[in-house]
């Protein structure tokens, strides 16, 4: 899978890929993330990005021009599945979400900041908007790293053990059940019975009980969906 992210502010985008599982899956060829400097794509003098709002009011918003330019650069390069905007007025981001996006050749993602971008960006290029909660970051970059991270996972091979990434939470639409390792005993608290039984239909059992049971009481709402 290809990335290409396209953001003001790249030094933020800089260690969440290039370390542990994300840094792995680059090595390993499973995925490669274009980190793009939307000031670079600036024919202002000053190489602006942003300018004051139409209608008056505080807060600055992101030029059409430089992003444009830039998604014109890509597009023509190949195709994309998805042009997304990290947004807080977006779709919420969610498993299915995830696991819809690891399934795709190329995916581009921009990066928000200030008051937001130009509606035309939003209107002629973007495909999809995504908001990975109901708060306010100061841009979308931190954003764009939690979903970038959540997607890579999912693609076949990134993980070492193909069965964890659907042993995750979510994946059901129920949460992942209790973990433990050694010692089995530490100042009394004790790993669960039927952990140390080697027994492992008994395992399961258990562990399918714990997670509805974390589920019922944490996250009724995925029950229910
Ligand atoms: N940009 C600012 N806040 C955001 C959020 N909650 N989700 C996605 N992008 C954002």
Known sequence: MRIDILTVLPQLLESPFSVSIMQRAKDKGHVDIHIHNIRDYSTSKHKNVDDYQYGGGAGMVMSIEPIATIIEKLRAERKYDEIIYMTPDGEVLEQSICNQLSLF?????????????????????????????????????????????????????????????????????????????????????????????????????????????????????????
């Not at 999912?154 to 010692?183: C, H, K």
């Not at 608290?189 to 039984?197: G, H, I, N, Q, R």
Request: glycine residues 6%; aromatic residues 6%.
């Open 105 to 225: 050749e190329n995916i581009m993602i921009l990066c928000g900041h200030y008051k937001g971008v130009d509606e035309r960006i939003r209107e002629h290029y973007i495909t999809q908007e995504i908001s990975i909660g109901s708060y306010v970051l100061s841009g979308g970059e931190l954003a764009a790293a939690v979903l970038v991270d959540a997607v890579v996972r999912l693609i076949p091979g990134v993980l070492n053990d193909e069965t964890s990434a659907l042993t995750d939470s979510f994946q059901d639409n129920l949460l992942s059940p209790p973990v433990y390792t050694r010692p089995p005993e530490f100042n009394g608290w004790k790993v669960p019975e039927v952990l140390l039984s080697g027994n492992p239909k008994e395992i399961d059992k258990w562990r399918e009980q714990q997670a509805l049971e974390r589920t019922k009481t944490r996250r009724p709402d995925l029950l229910n969906d």
